[in-house]
């Protein structure tokens, strides 16, 4: 496949170029423009609309799913760029209803890291793989020359093997189902912030990063094929992900502004930053779609783990405002919840 | 798990700090030395010899492969980033005698790149993965602040599903084994070079980039076990290829020189850069221990296709000299052919 290298590599910047801004990495309204207008547009695609793909390989269900992280600092509380990328890919496989198989691990580095920390990057990965039980099997390391990255990005890609009837996706949401989730929001994207711009926050505010997994295989016992929809909302926070899902399901989603927790420090940083926490990004939490009769079987299997002890309902879906995130406000009120739109935070995972 | 921010985040840089070198991306001795002393190390691996893994999924062999892109210039004669990294990925699962059954996808972008670039690297990638027959099933898509990128890096991982009965693999060479190569070498590289540096000779060398499924399916449809050993020769070149695999399967490479194959506008190309053939990258040709029996029959195989129709043999295995590559020069004498140490051409794929 020839290209003419003429017309290609040095195009000329006009002024009115369109161009990637940070924005367009959000996780939010500019990222889902640039995956449906340039990325599935080229590549022939209807719509981006799962973080894993289930692929047929004749024999088994197997599902794949891919994450590059460029997480600044790549060492924070509560986690780092190694361990991040291993969490990141196996709970994108699990949101699928997959048990990971085997995960591949690509370095980007720039010349000049030191082997420490390339050496602590990937210790933690492998430990972080070993305590999930998923093997990374193959891998892949370039080096750039300074200043042609930032010390080291990490790609991760995963295998997954689905389990038997079980088909979360984010399609599958139905009017009356309970909106469930794991844990508190806001976490990680408050302490990758507190730890950059030293906030004074670093201590009392740890990333949630932790594989989910195992939550998915206690959920899916209880629930089968009664769990609908699974998503942990990393980019783009909560509003972002059940925006996401809302559009995908053709639903509305009604949640209470109470009953979704915020951790005191984390309220503390978002209301310092000029942050909502529904936008803040986190890596250790799931919303689920659960069908109203398996809902109080899930919620308890969830709460009998350690990474759902705090799970609870926040909300319904209906059949009106479809596509839409409705919140009834502490005040009582009700407000429209949007997607993220720009760049929030750069570079949180 | 909680990493100690303080230990990590900072490290501060001693004067005797070990440091990513360029050398280390090259594809050669340097870069075997890292994965070897780091990377494999603290992913508790003992070595790693092979581009691609076989995942047991319970029910089908699964093979499975990664690696990143950051080439310079995006867009080169003969390919460009996009399609370059399809057919990266599908040759290291074909080297496993795996046919492709899904890719991944994932970009980290530069602050500013052009969206018509993106646009053209993602339609490529598209095209080359359309030819080849094998979907992008997902993907990841994150941007990076001017400065913190060199434009747009590209990871793809694949999934195939390896061909009943074959088992090609890094170590399966025997003493007696005919080594086999595909067609001309050392054109990536100079075609990478030549872009860059305009050189003159960007109108004569194109880079080979293409995939090797179909190649490979037709010399195991011909030899079926007997092809012992597949490799494409990436960065490192041949002599790279052909030590790592002497040295995994503890045996002797003899090769004659005047048998391989080096295109004039390619070796005027390293004549005037100082560089060994030998050492430079390829994109679209593979080297094969086949056992003595099965050679012909490969071997006409191998011609009967667009991509092998200057296939030849090149040398043979040995127990003489286990690890080491012997070449029968010009001249009559033999050198020993060393991996390349250092970097040779940095960003080449």
């Known amino acids: 496949m020839m290209t003419d290298p003429t017309a290609l590599s040095c195009p000329a910047p006009a002024a009115e170029t369109e161009r990637v801004l940070l924005g367009h990495g959000s996780g939010g309204r500019l990222m889902a423009e640039l995956l449906h207008d340039v990325i599935a547009a080229e590549l022939g695609a209807d719509r981006v609309t799962e973080d894993a793909a289930v692929v047929d390989t004749g024999t088994a269900e197997v599902v794949t799913s891919t994450d590059s992280f460029v997480v600044t600092p790549r060492f924070f509380p509560g986690g780092d760029i190694g361990s991040l990328a291993v969490h990141g890919t196996v709970n994108d496989l699990a949101m699928r209803g997959a048990r990971p198989v085997a995960l591949t691990l690509a370095y980007i ?98 990333s949630d990063s932790r594989p989910l997994h195992a939550l998915v295989t206690a959920m899916l016992d209880a629930g089968g094929p009664d769990v609908h929809t699974l998503r942990d909302p990393t980019r783009g926070g909560l509003a972002s992900a059940l925006n996401e899902l809302a559009e995908t399901s053709s639903v509305g989603v009604d949640i209470a502004e109470d009953a979704v927790p915020v951790p005191r420090p984390a309220a503390a940083a978002c209301e310092l930053l000029g942050l909502d926490p529904l936008h803040v990004a986190n890596e250790g939490c799931l919303v689920a779609f659960v069908a109203p009769a398996a809902a109080d079987a899930v919620l308890r299997a969830m709460r009998a783990r350690p990474e759902g002890t705090e799970a609870r309902a926040i909300g319904t879906l209906t059949d009106e405002h479809p596509g839409r995130v409705h919140m009834r406000t502490l005040l009582g009120g009700v407000r429209v919840v949007d997607m993220l739109v720009g760049e929030q935070l750069p570079r949180i995972c």
Chains 1, 2 share one sequence.
Do not use: M, Q
């Open 109 to 206: 580095i720039e010349e000049g890291l030191p082997l420490d920390e390339l050496r602590a990057v990937t210790a933690s990965a492998a430990r972080a793989a070993g305590l999930v039980g998923v093997p990374i099997v193959t891998g892949d390391t370039k080096v750039v020359p300074r200043g042609a990255a930032d010390g080291l990005y990490v790609t991760t890609a995963g295998i997954g093997v689905r389990r038997l009837g079980a088909a979360p996706s984010a399609a599958r949401g139905r009017p009356g189902d309970i909106v469930l989730l794991s844990g508190p929001i806001a976490l990680h994207g408050t302490a990758i912030l507190s730890a950059r711009e030293s906030l004074g926050f670093e201590a009392e505010i740890a």
